[in-house]
């Protein structure tokens, strides 16, 4: 029994030297790591620390100083954009894309600096762009327009137009599309792409109009009364302009009538008024001096078949 008890004191003498034995070569192995971690750091210092010092430096220099121009640069042209009475949304919108393009060029040339290549970043950056912009091609194309809208102005806030299949008052002019109320008071959002690629109308482009009318009479009326009474209608009416002039003219001998062309010009915001006046003042007008305002009536012939009369 005393001959096991000293084997296994033995034994575990034996490992615990072991353990003490691997735990001191980890040591020694560790501080030797160390030793020449710090051994390379010292020799990467001696060889190109004076270097990195001064390309750290200038690479902050380049940093500080590049966006600091930026800003200035970009505060130049924001303030170039407000003198031509650019859009102020469209300044705000182009302002910061400015600077963040600047930005983005300092930061690589602060990186470059450094001596970090940038090649990889910007094949990263540009295949980047490249995929979102097959993903958002409608609505880049869309901004795009938008920004066309709002540089060229075929038309602002206000005006009554026709575009993008629509006709309304345009309510509001955004990046990536427009509103428009229509004359039964319903909101449409039309994409500005829709806008551009068509027709625009304008009806409040110009400060005046001419309205356009048609007025038939009876070839049995006469004419130059007829005329006469045109003419001075339009004479009564002070919101219709003396220059230019308004003017009545036969236009047609038609098939049921003699067509006069009646052309007064007003102003654009009495434009509806005007129009929506004078073809009631014409056909009372007319009905109180026996003219006629002729339209095509059908003659309706009703044909009849005798009775056969039975053979006797």
């Not at 109308?201 to 007829?226: F, H």
Request: hydrophobic share 50%; aromatic share 8%.
């Amino acid at each position: 029994m005393w001959l096991l008890a000293d084997t296994a004191t033995s034994t575990d003498a034996a490992t615990s030297s072991k353990a003490v034995d691997s735990l001191t070569r980890a040591q020694q192995h560790a501080q030797g790591q160390l030793s020449e971690w710090v051994a390379t750091i010292q020799h990467l210092w001696q060889t190109h620390g004076i270097t990195f010092l001064v390309n750290l430096a200038c690479a902050a220099l380049i940093f500080f100083l590049g966006r600091f121009g930026a800003k200035l640069l970009t505060r130049f042209i924001g303030r170039l954009m407000e003198i031509s009475r650019v859009d102020a949304m469209l300044v705000s919108f182009l302002t910061n894309l400015i600077y963040m393009l600047l930005l983005t060029v300092v930061v690589m040339a602060a990186l470059e600096r450094l001596g970090i290549s940038t090649t990889s970043l910007t094949a990263v950056l540009a295949a980047a762009g490249f995929a979102i912009g097959m993903a958002l091609q409608g609505s880049l194309g869309n901004f795009a327009a938008g920004i066309m809208l709002i540089i060229f102005k075929p038309f602002k806030v206000g005006d009554s137009v026709e575009a993008g299949g629509t006709k309304g008052i345009v309510e509001q002019i955004l990046i990536f599309n427009t509103i428009m109320r229509t004359s039964d008071n319903v909101c449409v959002v039309i994409p500005n792409n829709a806008i551009t690629g068509g027709n625009i109308i304008n009806y409040d482009a110009n400060a005046t109009r001419r309205i356009d009318l048609v007025i038939g009479c009876s070839y049995s009326d006469d004419l130059k009364a007829v005329k006469a009474f045109l003419a001075k209608l339009l004479e009564q009416d002070s919101r219709i302009l003396k220059t230019p002039a308004p003017s009545v003219s036969i236009a047609a001998l038609a098939d049921f009538s003699v067509n006069f062309e009646v052309r007064p010009w007003v102003k654009t915001t009495d434009f509806g008024a005007v129009r929506s006046d004078l073809m009631e003042r014409i056909k009372v007008g007319f009905d109180e001096r026996g003219f006629t305002i002729p339209c095509p009536v059908p003659d309706i012939v009703v044909h009849t078949t005798p009775p056969a009369t039975k053979a006797a």
